[in-house]
């Protein structure tokens, strides 16, 4: 291979299959005709040397157009200039948004043009170098001519390689070909101990005529080579006599390395390969008390210390030096592996939650001046923190630990989300004393049926949904809504919940005429939720008030009932409530198992989502999607942190909440009823000004007023009944470890593509619902949340023509055989499906 076609076929080609951008810098002009000859239908060249101003728009132009039908999917930007270094130079250069937004070119050392050169044609290193040392600007020509190309006949003939680079490749892993001619033929082993010798300086210690002792020699060489090429510190005294490859050779074993891992057909054998000589060599004893072991983790055990260095780089509060560790090796062919993507996952949402702390904390001071400011910026941002902090919370119980390596990076997290909270809090809890709840001009969720459902049904003929979620938090309501806009059109509107934040409450307040019948009734010690003098002890109770106003216009159901059932609805219902109680019920009926059900929140999303699609099919208008009350996640509390009730006479609620007489103090609020929406027999309601309930222990609580229990959402969805055709079709395809049909982890990787199958597939997107199921039909296995996998709904969307690694967590107590199952997560319906079976190894 030239090294024209070889700066084409194995830099520049790659970086944009996997980027789709790349801008070259190249102030030499040495590269300009092997960027034009990239252009085609697939590519569009911009040349930045003809003319400025013109190189500009088209570039920006094609950038804005990218992957759209009938246009490229890549981008190519030529700049005949020197690479922008530093972060004032980036300013200035108007083509480095390219470099920031795709690859770059050149990217470190490894692509100036004498390493290039040697990659290229690394049995001819000795040769390159002596050019170089005469001239610093060899031509094409001049390296091409170097050699002859005449080495190594039998090997180039049995392999049907060219380079000494890609025989060497095909001596570590050979294709069944290879394989075959290697076997049937003689005359090969005494050029691969020659060529081994003169491009690596390996002296072969086997005398085997065979492939495979050879192989095992190279592989081991090969690795620890790059190893030692990496390792900034000296290398221990026990390593000392190991093999390793002559400093010329360096850039062909990083290259050799880097394709090893890289390639789809080669990194399963990387793996085992690496770590059998890890273990071979015993090099995490070897290596304790090295702390720097350079940027590259051809080891797994490397893989471990450059965690480490970003769980005490987080802690330390070096949140840059630990993204930065996170990034280098967010690629890293150890990820590949289910239990160290979730490590990783769980410190890649710490960084991001300890970041939005930052953010909220900076932006709190002028956002809280009134209690209706407090609650604009909770719906906007502040919201997005607790998000963040189910996001970690879900990624610590999806971590199966093997050490306690990475607790002290989960409690640092959720320290510092506790001190923003409890902060917030104290604001929030001010100025509720002194506004009252609701604000003025808030909806208050005891008006939503008569002033925003009602309203709706006055139209003859029009159908209306109420689905009653309970514990949709406001942060979850604006993940639902997100998914629901993308079909439908769907706003979401911040609403006050009625207090004490409980569902009877809650539940009552969304029936009509609570506005102004909804009462809270003394009970001997406790009470009851009254409407209209109706008390209301039941869901029986509450859907009753519903039916004696509408009559046979009205029908109720579970949101699951109705998920499931195949009947239609009689055409006069014109009213239909869906109860849900699937979030409430995950969080609070397992206490001790909190943190491990909140991945059972994105099902009763995706539930949700599917009510909504079975409603349109049902010829549904509207959907009005409302909720009880929010939720606050406890798993940041101290052992201590509980609140002492206030001296008075007291009704607790739900240990968050207090009705009676009494006073404040410093623990505790105390508003008049009245001032705190409430209406009945209690003069006082009360609750604790921190987020610490009355009980310790709680993980998962709501009840009292905070941001989290008393702020939640409103959706209304307007149903659009046109179907538009749909021109966008793709195929998905599953496989696992090329092929393999049994998963040794709880946490299998599996490979998942999309094909699109027209031209107008190339900008779609596709939402895929990833499920592993049991004989029985059950849910064994999903998609881990995070990453690829919406973290609320598990969905994962997908472009076609890309290959992504998706970890699937199983059950703890499935073992068996299972279907892995693509779904579509509103119809259900199946892309594909795998048949695979569990043989893990305890």
Same mark, same amino acid.
């Given at each position: 291979?030239?090294?024209?076609?070889?700066? &084409?076929?194995?830099?520049?080609?790659?970086?944009?299959?996997?980027?789709?951008?790349?801008?070259?810098?190249?102030?030499?002009?040495?590269?300009?005709?092997?960027?034009?000859?990239?252009?085609?239908?697939?590519?569009?060249?911009?040349?930045?040397?003809?003319?400025?101003?013109?190189?500009?728009?088209?570039?920006?132009?094609?950038?804005?157009?990218?992957?759209?039908?009938?246009?490229?999917?890549?981008?190519?930007?030529?700049?005949?200039?020197?690479?922008? %270094?530093?972060?004032?130079?980036?300013?200035?250069?108007?083509?480095?948004?390219?470099?920031?937004?795709?690859?770059?070119?050149?990217?470190?050392?490894?692509?100036?043009?004498?390493?290039?050169?040697?990659?290229?044609?690394?049995?001819?290193?000795?040769?390159? &170098?002596?050019?170089?040392?005469?001239?610093?600007? $060899?031509?094409?020509?001049?390296?091409?001519?170097?050699?002859?190309?005449?080495?190594?006949?039998?090997?180039?003939?049995?392999?049907?390689?060219?380079?000494?680079?890609?025989?060497?490749?095909?001596?570590?892993?050979?294709?069944?070909?290879?394989?075959?001619?290697?076997?049937?033929? /003689?005359?090969?082993?005494? +050029?691969?101990?020659?060529?081994?010798?003169?491009?690596?300086?390996?002296?072969?210690?086997?005398?085997?005529?065979?492939?495979?002792?050879?192989? /095992?020699?190279?592989?081991?060489?090969?690795?620890?080579?790059?190893?030692?090429?990496?390792?900034?510190?000296?290398?221990?005294?026990?390593?000392?006599?190991?093999? *390793?490859?002559?400093?010329?050779?360096?850039?062909?074993? @990083?290259?050799?390395?880097?394709?090893?891992?890289?390639?789809?057909?080669?990194?399963?054998?990387?793996?085992?390969?690496?770590?059998?000589?890890?273990?071979?060599?015993?090099?995490?004893?070897?290596?304790?008390?090295?702390?720097?072991?350079?940027?590259?983790?051809?080891?797994?055990?490397?893989?471990?210390?450059?965690?480490?260095?970003?769980?005490?780089?987080?802690?330390?509060?070096?949140?840059?030096?630990?993204?930065?560790?996170?990034? &280098?090796?967010?690629?890293?062919?150890?990820?590949?592996?289910?239990?160290?993507?979730?490590?990783?996952?769980?410190?890649?949402?710490?960084?991001?939650?300890? @970041?939005?702390?930052?953010?909220?904390?900076?932006?709190?001071?002028? !956002?809280?001046?009134?209690?209706?400011?407090?609650?604009?910026?909770?719906?906007?941002?502040?919201?997005?923190?607790?998000?963040?902090?189910?996001?970690?919370?879900?990624?610590?119980?999806?971590?199966?630990?093997?050490?306690?390596?990475?607790?002290?990076?989960?409690?640092?997290?959720?320290?510092?989300?506790?001190?923003?909270?409890?902060?917030?809090?104290?604001?929030?809890?001010?100025?509720?004393?002194?506004?009252?709840?609701? $604000?003025?001009?808030?909806?208050?969720?005891?008006?939503?049926?008569?002033?925003?459902?009602?309203?709706?049904?006055?139209?003859?003929?029009?159908?209306?949904?109420?689905?009653?979620?309970?514990?949709?938090?406001?942060?979850?309501?604006?993940?639902?809504?997100?998914?629901?806009?993308?079909? +439908?059109?769907?706003?979401?509107?911040?609403?006050?919940?009625?207090?004490?934040?409980?569902?009877? %409450?809650?539940?009552?307040?969304?029936? $009509?005429?609570?506005?102004?019948?909804?009462?809270?009734?003394?009970?001997?010690?406790?009470?009851?939720?009254?409407?209209?003098?109706?008390?209301?002890?039941?869901?029986?109770?509450?859907? @009753?008030?519903?039916?004696?106003?509408?009559?046979?216009?009205?029908?109720?159901?579970?949101?699951?009932?109705?998920?499931?059932?195949?009947?239609?609805?009689? *055409?006069?219902?014109?009213?239909?409530?869906?109860?849900?109680?699937?979030?409430?019920?995950?969080?609070?009926?397992?206490?001790?198992?909190?943190?491990?059900?909140?991945?059972?929140?994105?099902?009763?999303?995706?539930?949700?989502?599917?009510?909504?699609?079975?409603?349109?099919?049902?010829?549904?208008?509207?959907?009005?999607?409302?909720?009880?009350?929010?939720?606050?996640?406890?798993?940041?509390?101290?052992?201590?942190?509980?609140?002492?009730?206030? $001296?008075?006479?007291?009704?607790?609620?739900?240990?968050?909440?207090?009705?009676?007489?009494?006073?404040?103090?410093?623990? !505790?609020?105390?508003?008049?009823?009245?001032?705190?929406?409430?209406?009945?027999?209690?003069?006082?309601?009360?609750?604790?000004?921190?987020?610490?309930?009355?009980?310790?222990?709680?993980?998962?609580?709501?009840?009292?007023?905070?941001?989290?229990?008393?702020?939640?959402?409103?959706?209304?969805?307007?149903?659009?009944?046109?179907?538009?055709?749909?021109?966008?079709?793709?195929?998905?395809?599953?496989?696992?470890?090329?092929?393999?049909?049994?998963?040794?982890?709880?946490?299998?990787?599996?490979?998942?593509?999309?094909?699109?199958?027209?031209?107008?597939?190339?900008? +779609?997107?596709?939402?895929?619902?990833?499920?592993?199921?049991?004989?029985?039909?059950?849910?064994?296995?999903?998609?881990?949340?995070?990453?690829?996998?919406?973290?609320?709904?598990?969905?994962?969307?997908? *472009?076609?023509?890309?290959?992504?690694?998706?970890?699937?967590?199983?059950?703890?107590?499935?073992?068996?055989?299972?279907?892995?199952?693509?779904?579509?997560?509103?119809?259900?319906?199946?892309?594909?499906?795998?048949?695979?079976?569990?043989?893990?190894?305890?």
């Amino acid at each position: 291979m030239t090294i024209e076609g070889f700066v &084409r076929s194995e830099i520049f080609l790659p970086r944009l299959r996997k980027a789709s951008v790349l801008a070259v810098y190249d102030p030499g002009q040495r590269y300009r005709e092997i960027c034009q000859s990239l252009a085609d239908e697939g590519t569009e060249v911009v040349d930045a040397g003809t003319s400025s101003i013109e190189a500009r728009e088209a570039a920006m132009l094609a950038l804005a157009s990218l992957g759209q039908p009938g246009r490229p999917r890549n981008l190519l930007v030529y700049v005949p200039a020197i690479p922008p %270094v530093t972060d004032e130079e980036r300013q200035t250069d108007p083509y480095a948004v390219y470099a920031a937004c795709g690859a770059v070119f050149p990217d470190g050392d490894g692509d100036g043009y004498e390493s290039i050169c040697l990659k290229a044609k690394p049995d001819q290193a000795t040769e390159i &170098r002596r050019l170089f040392a005469e001239n610093p600007f $060899p031509s094409f020509a001049l390296i091409d001519n170097v050699g002859g190309g005449l080495s190594w006949p039998t090997l180039r003939t049995n392999l049907h390689a060219e380079s000494a680079r890609e025989i060497i490749f095909a001596l570590l892993v050979p294709t069944p070909k290879q394989l075959e001619a290697l076997r049937t033929s /003689d005359g090969w082993a005494p +050029e691969a101990r020659a060529l081994l010798e003169k491009s690596l300086g390996l002296k072969l210690m086997t005398k085997a005529k065979t492939l495979s002792p050879i192989a /095992d020699e190279l592989w081991r060489f090969l690795l620890f080579s790059e190893f030692v090429f990496d390792l900034p510190v000296a290398l221990p005294g026990a390593l000392s006599n190991v093999p *390793k490859a002559i400093e010329a050779a360096r850039p062909l074993v @990083e290259h050799l390395c880097e394709t090893l891992r890289n390639g789809a057909s080669s990194r399963n054998e990387y793996i085992a390969r690496a770590e059998a000589v890890e273990d071979d060599l015993k090099l995490p004893e070897v290596c304790t008390g090295i702390f720097d072991l350079g940027l590259r983790d051809t080891f797994p055990f490397e893989e471990r210390t450059f965690l480490a260095g970003a769980v005490n780089a987080l802690v330390a509060e070096d949140i840059d030096g630990a993204k930065a560790i996170v990034s &280098r090796h967010a690629s890293s062919v150890w990820r590949s592996k289910g239990e160290s993507q979730a490590q990783w996952g769980l410190i890649e949402t710490g960084l991001r939650l300890v @970041e939005g702390c930052e953010d909220a904390d900076r932006e709190l001071a002028e !956002n809280a001046r009134s209690l209706d400011m407090l609650i604009g910026h909770y719906s906007t941002s502040l919201r997005e923190v607790d998000r963040l902090h189910r996001e970690f919370e879900q990624a610590v119980a999806d971590y199966i630990p093997s050490d306690a390596s990475l607790s002290v990076a989960v409690d640092h997290c959720r320290k510092r989300y506790a001190k923003l909270i409890e902060k917030v809090q104290s604001l929030f809890s001010r100025q509720l004393e002194t506004g009252g709840w609701p $604000p003025p001009g808030r909806l208050s969720n005891r008006d939503v049926f008569d002033t925003v459902v009602e309203p709706m049904l006055k139209e003859s003929g029009r159908r209306v949904a109420l689905i009653m979620v309970d514990a949709l938090r406001y942060e979850l309501g604006v993940a639902l809504h997100g998914q629901l806009a993308e079909t +439908e059109q769907a706003e979401i509107k911040v609403v006050c919940a009625q207090l004490p934040t409980v569902t009877p %409450v809650g539940m009552a307040s969304l029936l $009509p005429g609570a506005g102004t019948g909804l009462r809270l009734v003394k009970d001997g010690d406790g009470y009851y939720v009254a409407l209209n003098e109706s008390k209301m002890a039941s869901v029986a109770n509450r859907m @009753e008030i519903m039916r004696s106003r509408f009559g046979d216009r009205f029908m109720e159901a579970q949101m699951s009932a109705f998920i499931r059932s195949k009947s239609e609805l009689p *055409k006069s219902v014109e009213l239909l409530v869906l109860r849900t109680v699937d979030i409430d019920a995950h969080l609070e009926n397992a206490p001790s198992e909190t943190l491990t059900t909140l991945n059972l929140i994105h099902q009763s999303l995706k539930a949700i989502r599917q009510a909504v699609h079975r409603l349109k099919s049902e010829h549904f208008s509207d959907v009005i999607i409302a909720t009880d009350h929010g939720f606050m996640l406890n798993a940041h509390a101290e052992a201590g942190d509980v609140c002492s009730k206030p $001296p008075g006479s007291w009704t607790v609620v739900h240990e968050r909440a207090l009705l009676g007489e009494g006073q404040s103090d410093a623990a !505790n609020f105390v508003l008049p009823a009245e001032k705190a929406g409430v209406r009945g027999d209690f003069a006082k309601l009360g609750g604790p000004r921190s987020l610490a309930p009355y009980r310790k222990g709680l993980l998962y609580f709501h009840g009292g007023a905070s941001l989290q229990e008393a702020v939640v959402p409103l959706i209304t969805i307007r149903l659009k009944q046109v179907k538009q055709p749909r021109i966008a079709a793709a195929k998905v395809t599953l496989s696992y470890k090329n092929g393999a049909k049994r998963v040794t982890t709880r946490l299998p990787v599996v490979d998942l593509a999309v094909e699109g199958e027209n031209m107008f597939s190339l900008s +779609e997107t596709f939402e895929i619902l990833l499920e592993a199921h049991n004989k029985k039909g059950e849910v064994v296995g999903e998609a881990k949340r995070g990453g690829l996998a919406d973290v609320a709904t598990g969905i994962i969307t997908a *472009k076609p023509g890309v290959k992504i690694q998706v970890t699937v967590k199983m059950a703890m107590e499935f073992e068996g055989k299972f279907v892995l199952k693509a779904l579509n997560p509103v119809t259900l319906a199946q892309y594909v499906s795998l048949e695979l079976e569990t043989d893990y190894a305890v």
